[in-house]
């Protein structure tokens, strides 16, 4: 399966250095130990993910139809637009000009907390028998 990756990049695309790291990862952490196994295979779904998006950089998807950006932007002021001193404003933008320092630092916490629990939960998963 791997080498069908390796030849794929090698004929569509160009083969880069994060691709030979891929492989060197999947195969070390594959066959150096049974949990090291259980983790790769795991985190596989992952890896599947960073082909699918790497192999998006072939055709890009503006190449094929044209981008939607104004379309989408109004479609979210529209949606979860908030009135702020006149103006319909995007939720990023509404906290772009309300922003403190005194919530910065919970959502930087919370952000790093939500990393960690799906993390751990996915390395429990792994090692669970």
């Known amino acids: 399966m791997l080498s069908l990756y390796l030849i794929w990049n090698k004929y569509i695309g160009a083969i880069r250095n994060e691709h030979w790291f891929l492989s060197?990862?999947?195969?070390?952490?594959?066959?150096?130990?049974?949990?090291?196994?259980?983790?790769?295979?795991g985190f596989s779904v992952f890896i599947i993910f960073w082909i699918v998006y790497d192999s998006m950089r072939i055709v890009p998807n503006y190449t094929i139809s044209?981008?939607?950006?104004k379309e989408l932007y109004e479609f979210e002021k529209?949606?979860?637009?908030i009135s702020f001193n006149g103006h319909l404003l995007t939720p990023n933008e509404y906290f772009t000009q309300i922003n403190t320092?005194?919530?910065?630092?919970?959502?930087r916490?919370?952000?790093?907390?939500?990393?960690?629990?799906?993390?751990?939960?996915?390395?429990?998963l792994t090692n669970s028998s």
Request: charged share 20%; with cysteine.
């Open 24 to 41: 060197a990862l999947w195969i070390v952490t594959f066959y150096t130990h049974e949990k090291s196994r259980r983790f790769i295979l």
């Open 66 to 69: 044209k981008p939607h950006i």
């Open 78 to 81: 529209n949606l979860f637009g």
């Open 101 to 107: 320092k005194f919530f910065d630092f919970p959502c």
């Open 109 to 124: 916490f919370f952000l790093l907390e939500l990393d960690a629990c799906t993390d751990s939960f996915r390395c429990y």
